[in-house]
Structure formats: C-alpha cells, structure tokens
C-alpha cells in the first residue's frame, strides 16, 4: 500500500493512479481527529489494526481523484527524529576521499561506522518537485539519494532478527550536502552542512513493510538533467537496515515516525541552479526535484 500527503495537508493511498481519501475516512470512524497529522496517521495505521483495514478497502473511502492532478507532498513533515546513516557503501567512502578529504574508515567495525549516525533538521524537508535551493555561502553542493524506512511500532533494544517488525514503510530520501566551505577533512559539520532548509527531499510516498519482500533487494536509480549518475544495488551497504535498527535501538527508543536513512551510494554529483533530479528505488516509485539558486542572489 503507498500512504501519501497530498494537496492542502490531506493523507491518501494511492492505487490504481487514483488517490482516495484515507484521512477522511479515519476521521468519519473516529480514528482520527479532523485536524490530524501525518504522523497521527502512521501512528494509526502502525499501532491500530481498524484503521489499517479501513485503508485497504479504497471503494469505501470516499470519491478518489487522479494522482496526476495531484499535489504530493513530503509524506511526513514532523518525524520525531531523521537519523541518516553515514559512508554506508565502500564505493561512496572512496569516491568522498577524493571528493573531501575523508578519513579512512576501512578498519571500523560496524557499530563503529554506524556510531556516524547523524540527525537532519525536520525543517529541511521538502516533498516531491522541491525545490531544493543552493545556499549563496556555498559553491559546491551535492544530492545523495538512499532508500529510507519509517518507523512504526517503537523499537527498544531490537535485535536484528525482529528489526524490521518495528517498520511501517519505507520511501526514498533526498540527502542534500554542502561540501564547501566546511567539508574538506571536517566531520563534526554535517549537521549543519546536511541540514539547511530544503536539504532532505522525502517521497513520493510511504509504500508500507508488507509490499517491499527484502530492502537489501533494491535497485536504485538517479538522472540528473535526463542523465543517469548513479546507479547502486542496497545489496551493497556495509550496513544494512536490520544492523542500523539493532544499533539505534540500543541507544535510543526509536518513536513511531522516526526515519531511518541508510546512506548514499557512489555516484553523488554536484548541483547548479536549474537542475533536475529523478530518483527511483525498486517498488518503491519515483521522485523528482528541482534546484534553484537562493533567492537572495
């Protein structure tokens, strides 16, 4: 099933290039209140098996209209927390040592390399179309593309095994990063260098657990002005989802909403005002941007 945000703030499923009305629907069965986020809606649909099976029958949730004459919106805009993994495949850790400067991180183990985590502002979310906008301080800004899961039932000291129950879905994430000025050889920066307002693009939509078989099964795909740049299998993460749940779990109570990043493959090309970005991950869909310039000048 894909959840989606659409138009004037309204929860949808999309199916059959048709979006239905799912948070009308919870509102009129008393599931949700009329003033509701997307987060209530996750968290409805995650930890309420009513409101699930409300969404699955689309002919009872009230008169759809066409997904191409809709607006969709990042598919939700106020997760408790983004925590996106860092250097999580080996071509991408070579590629940002000629890039920036990395260090070498070929001898860390695994909680050692997932001990990188970072967090990205909520209010750097943008949703489908964008744009992303290049901040006028910068001269080099790069787009990463990752798959990324939400977080439905709250996860505590998860093991591997059980990870992926405390999934709700999953979507593709947009990881917009400064390089200069405060990149090269400097690490303790991302947050601010990752987390300028319109630097995390989410979407299309949330596609949830049940219709993705394995997500370290998936094909990844970017263009940049109609040219492929990156083409990347989640097969080749040195950490995968199950290892970055178990991880974040034994540090934190991972909360209904929180997205989980995976990191970016190789491939990562560096952006101009104009450009534009298609990003596809296996049965998961597609996502474009556009980039602008700062408004400033």
Same mark, same amino acid.
């Given at each position: ?5 659409? =138009? ?8 059959? =290039? ?48 066409? @997904? ?13 927390? !983004? ?29 050692? @390399? ?27 800004? =790069? ?7 939400? !977080?439905?039932?709250?996860? &505590? ?7 992926? =129950?405390?999934?709700?879905?999953? %979507? ?7 390089? +200069?000025? /405060? ?6 920066? &991302? ?13 299309? /939509? ?10 370290? +099964? %998936? ?26 749940? &178990? ?10 909403? +929180? ?11 560096? %952006? ?11 049965? !998961? ?13």
């Amino acid at each position: 099933m894909k959840i989606c945000h659409y =138009d004037e703030g309204r929860a949808g499923v999309v199916a059959d =290039d048709q979006v239905w009305p799912l948070g009308d629907a919870l509102v009129r069965h008393g599931i949700l209140q009329p003033r509701h986020t997307m987060l209530e809606v996750i968290d409805a649909l995650a930890n309420d098996m009513r409101a699930m099976d409300i969404a699955r029958n689309t002919q009872a949730l009230g008169t759809p209209k066409p @997904l191409s004459g809709t607006r969709l919106l990042a598919p939700i805009t106020n997760p408790p927390s !983004i925590w996106a993994a860092a250097a999580n495949y080996h071509a991408h850790q070579a590629e940002m040592k000629d890039r920036v400067g990395s260090y070498d991180r070929s001898a860390l183990t695994a909680d050692d @390399l997932m001990a990188e985590f970072f967090l990205k502002p909520t209010s750097s979310i943008i949703g489908p179309g964008g744009p992303v906008v290049l901040p006028r301080l910068s001269k080099h800004v =790069d787009f990463e593309c990752e798959l990324a899961a939400i !977080i439905g039932k709250p996860a &505590r000291y998860a093991t591997e095994e059980n990870a992926l =129950d405390h999934v709700f879905g999953y %979507l593709l994430c947009w990881d917009f990063s400064q390089r +200069d000025p /405060w990149a090269r050889g400097r690490h303790n920066t &991302r947050n601010i260098r990752k987390g300028f307002d319109t630097f995390t693009g989410l979407g299309p /939509w949330i596609v949830t657990r049940d219709e993705i078989a394995e997500p370290q +099964d %998936l094909h990844i795909l970017v263009e940049q002005n109609g040219t492929a740049v990156m083409k990347a299998h989640t097969a080749d993460m040195i950490c995968g989802l199950r290892e970055h749940i &178990r991880f974040l779990s034994e540090v934190l109570t991972l909360r209904t909403g +929180d997205v989980i990043t995976t990191g970016t493959p190789a491939g990562v090309s560096q %952006l101009a005002a104009g450009d534009v970005l298609k990003g596809s991950i296996t049965g !998961i869909g597609e996502m474009e941007v556009a980039v602008a310039a700062d408004p400033r000048g």
